[in-house]
């Protein structure tokens, strides 16, 4: 059985309430529900947390846990923090950042990401369904 990591930073322990216009009404603990049903051969593991350096060493932890693939949406720490950047890139495992606003047409602070180049790739925009496809990709192609 393979394991997927998903990760999620500051705020998105609001999803379902904090700005439904943008990030949707489902809370992301429903949604993780559907993703263990939807892929039952996959240990899907979830972490969150709105501090950087908790989340620095989730990432670290993963390596312990024999984490396959992360799927990771740093929230605001995508356009600031460095540091959680040389964590994805450090562990060495291969991530896929999320974001479930497309950040691309947001505020233009908003289109800098520090973790894009770190990670196998990007999904920006499809709501909490970003997340599903991560995980289908890694099903998919990575983990085979």
Known sequence: MYTIAIVNGPNLNLLGTREPGIYGTERF?????????????IDILYYQSNVE???INYLHSCIDRGV????????GYTH????LADAV???GIPT????????LAREDYRKTSFIAA????????LGLDGYALAVQYFAN????
């Open 29 to 41: 603990d429903d949604y993780l529900a559907t993703l263990h049903a939807r892929f039952p051969g």
């Open 53 to 55: 350096g908790e989340l």
């Open 68 to 75: 396959d693939a992360i799927v990771l949406n740093a929230g």
């Open 80 to 83: 600031t923090s460095i540091a």
């Open 89 to 91: 890139a450090a562990v």
């Open 96 to 103: 896929i950042e999320v974001h479930v606003s497309n950040v």
């Open 118 to 125: 770190r990670c196998k790739g990007s999904i920006s925009g």
């Open 141 to 144: 192609y990575a983990l085979l």
